[in-house]
């Protein structure tokens, strides 16, 4: 799977002999390698084209931060702050932290946007942390302060890890007591675009019906 860090701005433009040269899904192989080998991740201008099958990081955010896999084999890619943040998560309450990047999950698979253990151990978890393929909004991470005091989120800090798990992509069915199958696809035929954090309803909306 290739994994693709998008620039806001087509900053990977290079001339080779007199020509520009953009880099796109096929030369892919000639894109440079970020600084990082271990990043495992390209550079792409943003007007290169498209791969269903590969993971885009898109910077939408000025002063977004790269995702960042620390070592070859980590799991997750690391996801910061903006480099402006500056927000009080106060004691034992939680914030949503803007990392500024919008992402495109490849084709059988979803975002886990997950802890880092270096934040968990000072008291800093995640909640929520569910990136549908087809989410076109910001990525943002639930930060939740677990300790008695308020904790400031500086600029461009490590605040979770995002790991892409495959899932399940097959027919889903609802077979009821009387033993009529029913296929529920209400759902699933809408586009989510820009939708989350509570759009298709939540508890606190069911409750009040
Ligand atoms: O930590 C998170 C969790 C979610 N999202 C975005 C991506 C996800 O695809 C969307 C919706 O999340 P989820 O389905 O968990 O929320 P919901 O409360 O069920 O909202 P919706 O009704 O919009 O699905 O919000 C984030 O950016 N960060």
Redesign the pocket.
């Given at each position: 799977m290739n994994v693709i860090f998008r620039f806001r701005k087509a900053l990977n433009i290079k001339k080779s002999r007199g020509k520009i040269q953009q880099f796109n899904t096929k030369n892919l192989q000639k894109s440079r390698i970020h600084k990082n080998q271990q990043a495992n991740i390209m550079e792409q201008s943003s007007s290169s084209s498209y791969s269903e099958n590969a993971l885009y990081f898109i910077q939408v955010e000025e002063g977004a931060k790269q995702p960042f896999k620390a070592y070859a084999e980590s799991a997750g890619w690391d996801l910061y702050s903006l480099s402006s943040c500056n927000e009080v998560i106060p004691a034992r309450q939680s914030a949503l932290i803007n990392t500024g990047l919008k992402i495109e999950v490849p084709k059988g698979y979803y975002g886990r946007?997950a802890p880092t253990s270096g934040n968990a151990v000072k008291g800093i978890s995640v909640d929520?942390?569910?990136?549908?393929r087809g989410?076109k909004?910001?990525?943002?991470?639930?930060l939740v302060n677990r300790t008695d005091k308020d904790i400031t989120i500086g600029g461009g800090v490590k605040i979770a890890q995002i790991i892409i798990e495959r899932i399940f992509e097959g027919s889903a069915f609802f077979q009821k007591l009387d033993g009529n199958q029913e296929i529920d696809n209400q759902q699933a035929d809408k586009i989510?675009g820009e939708?989350?954090?509570?759009?298709?309803?939540?508890f606190a909306q069911q409750n009040q019906q």
């Open positions: 946007v929520a942390g569910v990136i549908d989410y909004g910001l990525l943002k991470v639930l989510r939708n989350g954090f509570g759009s298709s309803g939540t």
